[in-house]
């Protein structure tokens, strides 16, 4: 079974500053996949940022990375140069390449870009 | 490209009514996956579907049936709702097991049910 932990509830930062969510897992597979998910007020859930366990290259995408520490665990986003748009709730989730498909949610960080 | 289209997008039950939450997905994905979210609690996956034909239970699935229609359509029912059963559902699919673009996970707008 995975767990996945994200242990800061809220955050905010101010316009182009960076901010890091946190976010650490436990598994005992190991190949798996990591994603950061981010759901807007609009409710939509959106794909951010993914990764393969395997691979030892962070994961970037234009203003978003991660930082990811197998051994620790840890899979935490950098959000560069933050803009009003990245206001949202982010989820950290996991699932197993040769388990169930499962994706295992951690309980979201809630960030606030401040103008 | 729709992607994922769920109905109804709010719907308010009284205690003991029964429901159907329909999802479709234009995107030939084998697996699709309901999901309840609740606050403070990120998204609990209640049933999955690794193919047509199969299902499984997930997190939470007590109170839910489901019933894989085709390829295309997973549909999540609720036979006498409690007021439990208010949350936001969302609906997924993805291509399955393997690569890590298979893996992808592509949501629905979600559903707000409310039960009174």
């Known amino acids: 079974a995975q767990t996945v932990t994200q242990s800061q509830p809220e955050m905010s930062v101010q316009e182009a500053e960076t901010v890091t969510l946190s976010c650490t897992y436990d598994t005992s597979e190991n190949n798996y996949y990591l994603f950061w998910y981010k759901q807007p007020p609009s409710r939509q859930m959106i794909l951010v940022i993914r990764?393969?366990?395997?691979?030892?290259q962070n994961a970037t995408e234009n203003r978003f990375s991660v930082n990811f520490q197998k051994a620790a665990k840890s899979f935490s986003l950098k959000i560069s140069d933050s803009q009003l748009g990245d206001t949202a709730m982010y989820f950290c989730a996991a699932v197993s390449n040769f388990g169930n498909e499962k994706l295992t949610f951690g309980t979201g960080t809630r960030l606030t870009i401040i103008p | 490209n729709a992607g994922v289209t769920q109905t109804p997008k709010f719907q308010v039950l009284k205690t003991g009514q029964s429901m159907t939450l329909q999802c479709a997905q234009d995107?030939?994905?084998?697996?699709m996956y309901w999901y309840r979210q609740d606050p403070g609690m990120g998204l609990r996956l209640i049933y999955y579907s690794a193919s047509e034909g199969t299902t499984d239970k997930g997190e939470v699935p007590n109170g839910y049936n489901v019933s894989r229609l085709n390829k295309r359509e997973f549909s999540l029912r609720l036979e006498s709702a409690a007021p439990s059963q208010t949350s936001v559902y969302f609906c997924?699919?993805?291509?399955?097991?393997?690569?890590?673009?298979?893996?992808?996970?592509?949501f629905g707008a979600g559903t707000r049910l409310s039960v009174l």
């Open positions: 990764q393969e366990a395997y691979k030892q």
């Open positions: 995107m030939n994905h084998n697996s």
């Open positions: 997924a699919s993805s291509d399955g097991r393997g690569t890590l673009a298979k893996n992808i996970q592509y």
